[in-house]
């Protein structure tokens, strides 16, 4: 595992299924948490307690306090291009689509226009210094229901961004019904966006069928709950809807009770197309290598095989088919150079 754990963290990457504020570094965290004494520690130990997540419910409370640290747009702006820099720096990226959820930083006082504003200045700065292209899927937070979805649904329609070709659903599955935002996504897609809900994380198949059935879902974050249902997988198969899988985030929301029972394998073995992606990776203490080297013990993958993964990412990604190319073959010479040494 040391020589791939060297081989992951040189290997070229795109993230599909990564939250924007969930991604916010520990010391950025406790930065904003100095600058805005309250709920969330500045201390880095007690700041390591606060993130000890004990079910999905309480991982929604700690996301949302973090929510409530970013306060203006210049908090915006620093927020997207530090994530931009870890992503580029420790993970080799080369491409991500951040999920963002405008809602609950509007709804906080900063304007839309000035929401859009701060992360397409991080957008362009992150290409610019660190060789990463960063593009948008606006999220419902499912918790706030259908004005949420109507706000969402607004910002993304009146006030697009160059960045932006996706429309989400994150937050609680439990009593928020994906066909109530049927709508939503419908106007959405005929937009031109992408259907990219998340479902199946912690309910079962049946919020995943609603996902593609009700709201055209083009990929379905996390999808944990299919592996339940053989009729589930063999449509998801036979249609190549990808799966945005995160191994460690199941387990710290309790999705999935141990790594051993993680369903990526039977995903795998049953040919569904899977990505595999962090999350929010610092509040799970994480980081998309990580995630990498648990799906190449988890798949038994050498170097060819986690070559092929990240070239699943690409290819399941909303990047225009010039840049598809031109990132697999990245990949390609990666992982040819590697055998050579």
């Excluded at 795109?14 to 500045?42: C, D, I, K, M, N």
């Excluded at 055209?216 to 899988?245: F, K, M, N, Q, W």
């Excluded at 990132?327 to 040494?341: H, R, T």
């Amino acid at each position: 595992m040391t020589d791939l754990t060297s081989f992951i963290a040189g290997l070229p990457k795109a993230e599909l299924h990564v939250h924007h504020v969930g991604s916010a570094s520990p010391r950025a965290v406790a930065e904003l948490a100095q600058r805005y004494p309250g709920t969330v520690p500045s201390d880095p130990e007690a700041l390591a307690a606060f993130f000890e997540f004990t079910d999905f419910g309480h991982f929604i409370e700690v996301y949302l306090a973090v929510v409530d640290l970013i306060r203006t747009p210049e908090d915006i702006r620093l927020l997207t291009y530090e994530v931009a820099r870890e992503m580029a720096e420790g993970q080799s990226l080369r491409y991500a689509e951040l999920t963002c959820t405008p809602y609950t930083s509007v709804i906080r006082g900063i304007p839309i226009e000035a929401y859009s504003e701060a992360i397409e200045d991080a957008r362009t700065a992150a290409l610019r210094d660190f060789g990463l292209r960063l593009q948008w899927i606006y999220d419902i937070p499912g918790e706030s229901g259908l004005p949420a979805a109507e706000a969402t649904l607004e910002y993304a329609l009146k006030h697009p961004t160059d960045g932006l070709v996706g429309f989400g659903l994150g937050g609680p599955e439990v009593g928020v019904p994906r066909p109530q935002f049927k709508p939503h996504f419908d106007a959405a897609r005929a937009a031109g966006l992408h259907s990219v809900p998340h479902a199946g994380e912690t309910t079962g198949p049946e919020t995943i069928w609603d996902a593609i059935r009700v709201l055209g879902a083009e990929r379905i974050g996390h999808g944990t709950s299919a592996a339940t249902d053989p009729e589930l997988l063999a449509h998801l198969a036979e249609t190549g809807i990808p799966l945005e899988v995160c191994p460690s985030s199941n387990i710290a929301t309790r999705a999935v009770a141990t790594l051993a029972e993680h369903p990526i394998a039977a995903f795998r073995d049953a040919g569904v197309v899977v990505t595999v992606n962090s999350d929010d990776p610092p509040m799970f203490s994480t980081s998309l290598n990580q995630e990498y080297a648990i799906a190449a013990d988890l798949l038994d993958l050498d170097e060819a095989g986690l070559g092929d993964l990240a070239k699943a990412a690409v290819g399941a990604s909303f990047a225009d088919d010039a840049y598809k190319r031109e990132l697999c073959a990245e990949i390609d010479g990666y992982v040819a150079a590697s055998g050579k040494n």
